[in-house]
């Protein structure tokens, strides 16, 4: 009898454990891979992540363009506006100081969390209080996620609950017809 409660109890913590969304983070070396649909074109994207004093670089790997691309920590901390850039135009592309490149800024992240909305590129961006629809699943793993939609279209993104790295896991529905979807984190 002891066993059977012992087993029934171990395996409600597992359950427990097992349910709980999980965050991705970003580390040196960890490589991000997309599915992008670009203009009704779809390709593979990978970005792997190199974490200096003063920038996140993005290494951009897709159809045979590779590129870094570089986010001041000023923007990463108070950036207002998200690069589309894919790396077609130079080996090393330095963003401006507002932009961030697959993610939102810090600052951004908090005016989402405290106000349940933030501006990006001149677009209110709110958040959706339907939980259903937070849901995104990485590799069979659900992401804890926040589902926001602007206000002045359609667009839609999925953003991790993360603070230091609001990395955008999700985007559909964007009008300039770039939208992306994460599929595998790896972390080396």
């Keep these: 009898m002891k066993n059977t409660i012992l ?14 969304d999980f965050i991705p983070t970003i580390k ?43 986010t ?23 963003l401006k100081p507002n932009e961030t490149f697959f993610m939102i800024s810090q600052s951004a992240y908090q005016d989402l969390v405290k106000n349940n909305k933030f501006v990006y590129n001149n677009t209110t961006y709110v958040l959706d209080q339907n939980k259903e629809q937070n849901n995104v699943i990485i590799e069979g793993k659900s992401v804890d996620a926040l589902h926001v939609i602007a206000q002045i279209d ?22 300039l017809g770039i939208n992306w979807t994460l599929v595998k984190i790896v972390d080396k």
């Design 7 to 20: 087993t029934i109890l171990f395996c409600g913590i597992f359950q427990l454990v097992s349910a709980q």
């Design 28 to 70: 040196n070396n960890t490589e991000l891979h997309y599915i992008c649909k670009l203009h009704g074109q779809t390709r593979t994207l990978s970005l792997t992540s190199k974490i200096t004093a003063d920038a996140l670089v993005f290494n951009l790997d897709t159809r045979d363009v590779n590129s870094n691309i570089v």
């Design 72 to 94: 001041k920590n000023e923007a990463l901390k108070n950036g207002n506006a998200l690069s589309y850039n894919q790396g077609e135009y130079a080996p090393v592309l330095n």
């Design 154 to 175: 359609e667009t839609e993104m999925w953003i991790v609950k993360n603070p230091e790295y609001p990395l955008i896991c999700k985007i559909t529905k964007n009008p």
